[in-house]
């Protein structure tokens, strides 16, 4: 049987008269262009229109239904009605998926096709690896927008409730897209193989699309409420580790896994619910040796805050990869330096986590980042302009001192922050335990 969101969304999306009219406009914009590029100078070619035409339905309005697919249904206030329903969280994400861009993916593909046949026409070559690179293109950006309002959907971030989410990834994917007719001869080394441009580009999309509908299934099980232990975001980081150091020959692997790690910690951290109840919720299952039940209930973050450390200790022991981003001399070549990244870490998710357990946890995220500036960043500089450079380096170790005044530092840092951190735990959570 056809999926019922598949379904409804294919009925609010098409009509008698949408399937008629995208047709014929398309229709009629590729005449007329044809036309003026057979009759008039300096006229587009067909299949560069088309191209562009796919990214304005697909890639620009497609992200934009796919977003509001998720926060029609917050806006209307239908979502409890989604999760109370017997779909599993796999069908209701590729209903969404597929379902609510299908009038897109309808004009899109008319483009496609008016692409491959100019294309062959006109003695073209890549024509199938670069349609199915837009293809993928088209499911990587949808599945990263549904993805992220799924996971952000009950933090109080305004611009998820304004469909803002959308145009983020629009934004992003223009930064960050590779030419895609050019450089058709160039070869890309990864992983010390040889790909031709065009073939490396599509599997590129490939990966990425793939990780993107995973992750949008991810984010589906956690708005449905369906507990699963956060296995998903350490291995997503550890695939994007692999794929970003193929670039370098895999020579920077476990650096670039560290700063990723850290990277998408601290996404998840200002982005997730991290209040008190919750963290009650997860000790005591400690308490009771329910691991299983510990793990369920375990936000994201700390998955990739664990891989920080394990990142950490083996540059540690391999002493041999070099930074891939330039540092001062006398830490560039430093094993302590990864450890001591990894402890600063640890320090603001415990000031994060400080603040969230307050009785105004709402704005923590707000709240430490402009602590974070100014322990990081006003006080280190107040105390070089004062010439005082011993508390600069406790400030900010990064910049100053020895491998190991570094590290002492930051560890003396991360105790510091985890002693706060039990303070305010005793005072909120066991005192909670007290009153009930």
């Not at 919750?278 to 973050?301: K, M």
Request: proline share 4%; charged share 10%.
């Amino acid at each position: 049987m056809i999926n019922p969101e598949f379904k409804r969304n294919l009925w609010l999306q098409f009509s008698l008269h949408r399937l008629i009219a995208m047709p014929a406009i398309l229709g009629l914009v590729f005449f007329t262009l044809s036309y003026a590029a057979a009759n008039l100078p300096g006229g587009l070619a067909l299949d560069s229109v088309a191209l562009i035409l796919f990214g304005g339905i697909v890639c620009l309005w497609g992200t934009r239904n796919a977003s509001s697919s998720v926060i029609d249904e917050i806006r209307d206030k239908t979502w409890d009605q989604q999760r109370m329903s017997a779909l599993d969280p796999w069908t209701m994400t590729w209903g969404k998926l597929f379902g609510a861009t299908a009038f897109n993916w309808y004009g899109g593909l008319i483009c496609l096709a008016v692409f491959a046949v100019t294309a062959i026409a006109g003695g073209r070559s890549m024509t199938l690896s670069a349609g199915l690179t837009l293809l993928a293109l088209g499911i990587l950006m949808h599945a990263a927008t549904i993805a992220l309002n799924l996971h952000l959907m009950r933090s109080d971030i305004r611009a998820v409730q304004r469909g803002g989410i959308a145009w983020a990834v629009v934004v992003i994917a223009v930064m960050f897209a590779p030419p895609f007719r050019s450089h058709t001869d160039t070869v890309i080394q990864w992983w010390g193989t040889g790909f031709a441009y065009a073939s490396f580009l599509l599997g590129s999309m490939v990966f990425l699309a793939t990780l993107a509908v995973f992750a949008a299934w991810r984010s589906m099980n956690s708005a449905l409420q369906i507990s699963t232990i956060p296995w998903a975001w350490p291995l997503g980081c550890c695939l994007l580790a692999a794929y970003l150091a193929g670039f370098a020959d895999g020579t920077g692997l476990l650096w670039i896994g560290l700063l990723l790690a850290m990277a998408m910690t601290y996404a998840a951290l200002f982005t997730e619910e991290n209040n008190i109840a919750l963290w009650q919720r997860i000790v005591a299952r400690i308490e009771a040796g329910n691991w299983q039940g510990f793990l369920r209930n375990l936000p994201i973050w700390p998955s990739t805050l664990a891989l920080s450390f394990c990142f950490a200790l083996l540059l540690l022991v391999n002493n041999g990869q070099i930074p891939p981003i330039e540092l001062p001399p006398r830490f560039a070549y430093s094993p302590l330096l990864a450890v001591t990244l990894a402890l600063m870490l640890l320090r603001d998710c415990c000031v994060y986590l400080f603040f969230a357990f307050s009785r105004k946890g709402k704005r923590a995220g707000a709240t430490t980042i402009l602590y974070l500036a100014v322990i990081n960043g006003l006080l280190p500089f107040m105390a070089r302009v004062l010439g005082l450079n011993g508390l600069a380096i406790f400030f900010m170790p990064l910049h100053f001192g020895s491998a190991w005044t570094m590290l002492g530092i930051a560890l003396l840092h991360a105790v510091l922050a985890l002693g706060l951190l039990n303070w305010r735990w005793r005072q909120r959570a066991l005192k909670d335990d007290t009153a009930s």
